[in-house]
């Protein structure tokens, strides 16, 4: 029987190797030792992932290979991600997310979705490549508190800047949240955002911060 280290070894091995058989058993044998699943998909199957990006940054792997990476961190995230515990007693709110229009980059955002579905959130989530007005129909549909946007491209990531300007004229009351490779702070600010995350770890609490903003703007805090 594998460790807890040598389990989160080959997870992110077998993303980086695209060993989509690997993954899947290391991920079953965490869950049948009782491992912490996120610790497994964050430490494991998103580092291995990082490593990917770096690879296909210096043209080592191109894109059959960056596809097949991604499927191993799905077959593995499938079995984990039913066995990450729900947290009890977190603040009930709504979110709607996505990755931008022209963007099919899904994996991060997903990674982040799934922080708030853990964190007791209701989670809306659109997919990838969502047509601008989409999150804006979405927002007025559900009433959330907050949509994050998500843009892996310096090209898409525009579109986040109409995204903002659109549902603040529809409803001033939505925080927005972005975040992906290319976005940082200092754009975030540009756009019109209400907040920024740089990883799936902090976007809850982001998330939880601009809410308290926002009540206390309307006088509800
Ligand atoms: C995987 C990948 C793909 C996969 C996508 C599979 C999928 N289902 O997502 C495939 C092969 C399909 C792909 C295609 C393309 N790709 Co690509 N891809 C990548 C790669 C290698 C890794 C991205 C990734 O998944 N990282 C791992 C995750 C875990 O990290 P992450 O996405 O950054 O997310 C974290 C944070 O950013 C943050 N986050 C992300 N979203 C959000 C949202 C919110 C609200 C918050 C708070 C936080 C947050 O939290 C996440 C977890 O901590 C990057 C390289 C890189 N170094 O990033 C290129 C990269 C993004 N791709 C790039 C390009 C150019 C393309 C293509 C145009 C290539 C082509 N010639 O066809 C196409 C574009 C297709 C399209 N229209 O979108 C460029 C973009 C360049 C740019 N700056 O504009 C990059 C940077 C590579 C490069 N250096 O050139 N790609």
Redesign the pocket.
């Given at each position: 029987m594998a460790t807890k280290a040598e389990l989160i070894e080959l997870l992110k091995d077998g993303v980086i190797n695209y060993k989509e058989e690997q993954v899947k058993q290391a991920a079953q044998e965490a869950v049948e030792a009782g491992h912490p699943a996120l610790e497994m998909i964050m430490d494991g199957l998103?580092a291995g992932?990082?490593v990917?990006?770096?690879?296909?940054?210096r043209q080592e792997?191109f894109?059959p290979e960056?596809?097949m990476?991604?499927d191993a961190l799905y077959g593995g995230l499938d079995i984990l991600r039913p066995h990450v515990p729900k947290r009890e007693g977190g603040m009930v709110a709504q979110v709607v997310?996505g990755?931008i229009q022209?963007?099919?980059?899904?994996?991060?955002?997903n990674?982040?979705k799934m922080m708030f579905d853990v964190a007791g959130w209701m989670v809306h989530d659109l997919g990838?490549?969502v047509p601008l007005e989409k999150f804006v129909e979405e927002q007025l549909r559900t009433d959330a508190e907050v949509v994050?946007?998500?843009?892996?491209?310096?090209?898409?990531m525009l579109g986040m800047k109409k995204v903002i300007k659109m549902i603040k004229e529809k409803n001033p009351n939505v925080a927005i949240?972005?975040?992906?490779?290319?976005?940082t702070k200092d754009v975030a600010n540009l756009f019109g955002a209400d907040?920024?995350?740089?990883?799936?770890?902090?976007?809850v609490s982001?998330g939880i911060k601009m809410i308290a903003r926002l009540r206390q703007m309307q006088g509800k805090a």
């Open positions: 998103a992932m990082e990917v990006g770096d690879l296909y940054d792997y894109v960056v596809l990476c991604a997310i990755s022209g963007d099919v980059h899904d994996i991060g955002k990674l982040v990838r490549d994050a946007m998500s843009a892996m491209m310096t090209t898409t949240m972005l975040g992906g490779a290319p976005v907040g920024y995350a740089e990883s799936a770890g902090n976007a982001e």
